[in-house]
């Protein structure tokens, strides 16, 4: 499935990007877990999604065009 693709492999607390970023690529999790994480003003980290294998992150902001 990952076939002629770029596998990027990350380690535990690596930032894909920040929110308010211009998307520059669309991930699909092969392997692991990775967690959304929004922070309050008090550096508090909310997680608001999990995705797993076989999830693709990113893909929404590219096609819309919005960061």
Do not use: C, Q, W
């Amino acid at each position: 499935m990952v076939n002629n693709r770029d596998v990027h492999h990350f380690k535990k607390r690596h930032i894909l990007y920040n929110e308010g970023e211009t998307p520059m690529f669309v991930y699909f999790v092969v392997d692991g877990k990775l967690k959304k994480i929004l922070m309050n003003e008090d550096g508090k980290e909310l997680i608001s999604n999990i995705y797993t294998k076989g999830d693709i992150i990113g893909y929404k902001a590219i096609f819309d065009d919005v960061p």
